[in-house]
């Protein structure tokens, strides 16, 4: 792994890492560089990985669970999810300051065809930035950029471009978020998310053609949480496992020797992954998000799920950009939303609609926001034709 082990006075340090010039400059001099793998789960589309990383996410859509379904659609053949590449490699490395905390901030996703049952995949990624900022954060901390391409085979399937905040250990006058207690739900509102859960709206075989949609239409609401551990176990279960913290038992260990990516628990003085405040919410406090908090690329998963559910079989996710803006604790609940913005008809004589989406927790803050690129079939120029041009919308 690229990630660069504490050397000297630095090892000292590796509880937290250290972020100032040498550090910077070191994981700068990997821009432009081909980084190893650090999270490859799956290799293949089997149905074990599609319905796995399917149930992971909470992704009820029969195209991605039901084999006989997808045969009788236009695909012919069970699809994955478009996000299941997350489990093919994580968009969105930690490299270079060892044990400075990663937080994962975002992905702009482009993909250009459907995985498909059985599609072998691979991955390669590049660093494109490491960037210092200052702010609430920190005085300062870096924004880390790469982009992922994945193949089926020489074939580029889709591509991401990945950010990767690295934060330092909370500092006195630099708060990340305040600490909350869990929310507490009145029976009222524990109904109205279970309906909303169960009554979730696939739009299936029935083609939502781009001549019917108009823009400022609303796409069915989707709902998830209240966030559980047994939640956040799935969606690493089916998108990563452990490996982005090293992995379990000795695994686990040996990476943290490497990388120095660890951090000191205040409780026990064990060395715990930097991962441990997805489920410890005094670890989630130690590092300034307020608790115990959910993995972000899941979240963006659920938006994306919602756009499929919406757009039909007949329809294709073709751009998916969300922004993190901040955690997701335990004990919340995620409403996506999302708002038809723009249509248009491409010179390639492709259809497609821009819908700006959002997420939303249970006493109104916008968790994470962006929009996707959704290509309809048209009942004028016909289905949707893949692969899709790299070039058909810009980024």
């Not at 630095?10 to 994981?27: K, Q």
């Not at 500092?171 to 600490?179: F, M, S």
Request: charged fraction near 25%.
């Amino acid at each position: 792994m690229n990630c660069g082990a504490p050397r000297g006075k630095r090892a000292a340090l590796a509880a937290w890492g250290v972020i100032d010039d040498e550090s910077i400059s070191e994981g700068q001099n990997l821009i432009g560089t081909e980084l190893e793998p650090w999270n490859t789960w799956i290799t293949e589309a089997s149905f074990d990985n599609i319905s796995h990383f399917s149930e992971g996410i909470g992704d009820d859509n029969p195209l991605f669970n039901d084999r006989e379904y997808a045969r009788k659609s236009r695909w012919g053949t069970l699809l994955a999810p478009p996000t299941i590449l997350y489990a093919v490699e994580l968009p969105g490395t930690s490299v270079g300051l060892p044990g400075v905390q990663p937080l994962y901030a975002g992905s702009d996703w482009t993909w250009y065809d459907y995985v498909r049952e059985r599609d072998p995949l691979h991955a390669r990624t590049t660093l494109t930035g490491l960037d210092p900022k200052s702010g609430r954060f920190a005085k300062l901390w870096v924004l880390e950029k790469s982009l992922t391409k994945y193949f089926v085979g020489r074939n580029v399937v889709g591509e991401a471009q990945g950010y990767m905040a690295r934060l330092p250990g909370p500092e006195p006058d630099a708060k990340k978020y305040e600490k909350r207690e869990q929310y507490t739900y009145t029976r009222q509102e524990i109904a109205d998310v279970e309906t909303a859960a169960l009554g979730e709206v696939i739009r299936g075989a029935e083609p939502r053609y781009w001549e019917d949609v108009a823009v400022g239409d609303e796409l069915p609401v989707i709902v998830r949480g209240p966030l559980t551990p047994t939640d956040i176990m799935a969606g690493y279960a089916g998108m990563m496992g452990a490996r982005p913290t090293g992995g379990p038992h000795a695994r686990g260990i040996r990476w943290k020797r490497a990388t120095g990516n660890y951090q000191i628990s205040k409780t026990t003085g064990q060395e715990e992954s930097v991962g441990s405040g997805h489920m410890d919410a005094d670890a989630g406090d130690d590092i300034g998000v307020g608790g115990a908090f959910d993995i972000a690329p899941a979240r963006i998963c659920w938006g994306a799920s919602m756009v499929t559910n919406w757009m039909s079989d007949e329809g294709f996710l073709h751009q998916h950009n969300v922004k993190v803006i901040m955690p997701n604790l335990v004990g919340d609940t995620t409403w996506w939303q999302g708002t038809v913005v723009d249509k248009r008809r491409a010179s390639s004589d492709h259809t497609y609609v821009t819908v700006k989406v959002e997420a939303k927790n249970q006493i109104g803050q916008v968790t994470a926001a962006g929009q996707s690129v959704a290509l309809l079939p048209s009942r004028e120029s016909g289905p949707v034709e893949l692969p899709v041009p790299a070039t058909l919308v810009a980024p």
